[in-house]
C-alpha cells in the first residue's frame, strides 16, 4: 500500500489493531505508524494474496459510518506453502471536510492451525 493512499484514507488521529491469537496483537496510531503496519505487518506472509468470501454492513449515524466485514485471505508464503487466514474487521469513518476518512480500525486474524510436523 503506499503512503499516498494511507494520507487519503486515513484520519491523521486514526488507529489500527491487528489482532492475531498466535502473535502478539499491534496496535497503531498515526499516519506513519499505519503505512508502517500495512507494508511491513498486514500481509508480510501472504504472496499474492486473494480475498474471497467477502460480507460486509454498514451503518451510518450523523457524520459516523461504522463497517463489519469478514473475509477470507488465501494465498503462499515466500516458501510456497499454501496459507489462509479467516478476517473479521470492524471500520470506524468520520466525515470531515466532504470526505469519509477512517478514524478506526480493528483487524481480527484466524489462521486454521498447523498440519502436524512429519517425522
Known amino acids: 500500500m503506499n503512503d499516498s493512499a494511507i494520507e487519503h484514507d486515513y484520519a491523521s488521529s486514526a488507529s489500527i489493531q491487528f489482532a492475531d491469537p498466535n502473535e502478539s496483537t499491534g496496535n ?17 506472509n501472504f504472496v499474492l494474496p486473494i480475498f474471497s468470501h467477502t460480507n460486509s454492513t454498514v451503518k451510518v449515524t450523523g457524520n459516523q459510518a461504522t463497517e463489519d466485514s469478514s473475509f477470507l485471505i488465501q494465498g503462499y508464503n ?3 506453502n499454501a496459507l ?17 476518512l477512517i478514524s478506526y480500525e480493528v483487524w481480527n486474524f484466524t489462521f486454521p492451525p498447523a498440519p502436524p510436523a512429519s517425522g
Open 78 to 80: 515466500t516458501d510456497g
Open 84 to 100: 489462509s487466514a479467516q478476517v473479521s474487521t470492524h471500520v470506524v469513518y468520520v466525515h470531515q471536510g466532504g470526505d469519509w
Open 28 to 44: 497503531y496510531t498515526g499516519l506513519t505508524n499505519i503505512t508502517t503496519a500495512f507494508q511491513a505487518d498486514m500481509y508480510v
